[in-house]
């Protein structure tokens, strides 16, 4: 199983930045999937989860209303739409795959990308 996230970058407060994540090995339509994040010094934090069909999503608070997560399954892709970017939003953002319904929590999740990061200046 292989998740290869990618689409970060540097941009100012209150740009976009849209992430994606490209799964192979898997039969992707069988498990949620989430996005988390991690800034240097602190915990790997959740950021949203998509069902496995897509039906249903939820996301962290300070995300709500700037962030849209969305997946295709005919393309085994997961994507994160940020716009009106923070500098609190700065991390390591990484996609994971779970099977059996979605979780907030890392340890639900069997498969990790790598990370991609995002720096968003003040």
């Known amino acids: 199983v292989q998740l290869q996230a990618y689409g970060g970058g540097l941009v100012q407060a209150g740009g976009s930045l849209r992430l994606s994540c490209a799964a192979s090995?898997?039969?992707?339509?069988?498990?949620?999937m989430g996005w988390f994040r991690q800034a240097p010094g602190k915990e790997r934090e959740f950021v949203a989860r998509?069902?496995?069909?897509?039906?249903?999503?939820y996301y962290l608070d300070p995300v709500k209303g700037r962030f849209t997560i969305s997946r295709d399954n005919a393309k085994n892709t997961l994507d994160l739409q940020m716009n009106t970017l923070k500098p609190e939003d700065t991390a390591v953002y990484h996609c994971?795959?779970?099977?059996?319904?979605?979780?907030?929590?890392?340890?639900?999740?069997?498969?990790w990308g790598q990370g991609t990061q995002v720096t968003v200046s003040s």
């Open positions: 090995g898997l039969t992707f339509s069988n498990y949620d």
């Open positions: 994971a795959a779970k099977p059996g319904g979605g979780s907030n929590y890392p340890d639900g999740y069997n498969y």
């Open positions: 998509i069902s496995a069909l897509g039906s249903f999503t």
